[in-house]
């Protein structure tokens, strides 16, 4: 069992930064395959970015490329999002999610997520 706490989310002006958190219980955190998703209203959940069990690869959707970095300090048992050079379009809940595996796209292949921290980019 994992469980997640998001925190860093806040209001913050477009081409901002951000730095998100996730927290996580268990000794097993270095096991899991790490990911943000994020959801605005009337929209679908989105991928956002994705990192392995142990921080070598990571994964970004296209629309984060470049501006958000994901990381992980698995002694710490957190996974981190830095957002910079934000845009009102980032507007939405984030939620970080695990799965005991390699890691997917797919929110749908993750087991554990947290309740999520808004984000707000004004223009």
């Known amino acids: 069992q994992v469980q997640l706490v998001e925190s860093g989310g806040g209001l913050v002006q477009a081409e901002g930064s951000l730095r998100l958190s996730c927290a996580a219980s268990g000794r097993t955190f270095s096991s899991y395959a790490m990911a943000w998703f994020r959801q605005a209203p009337g929209k679908e959940r989105e991928f956002v970015a994705a990192i392995s069990w142990n921080g070598v690869y990571t994964y970004y959707s296209d629309s984060v490329k470049g501006r958000f970095t994901i990381s992980r300090d698995n002694a710490r048992n957190t996974v981190y999002l830095q957002m910079n050079n934000l845009k009102p379009e980032d507007t939405a809940v984030y939620c970080c999610?695990?799965?005991?595996?390699?890691?997917?796209?797919?929110?749908?292949?993750?087991?554990?997520w947290g309740q999520g921290t808004q984000v707000t980019v004004s223009s």
């Open positions: 999610a695990a799965r005991k595996a390699s890691y997917a796209t797919d929110y749908r292949q993750y087991n554990y």
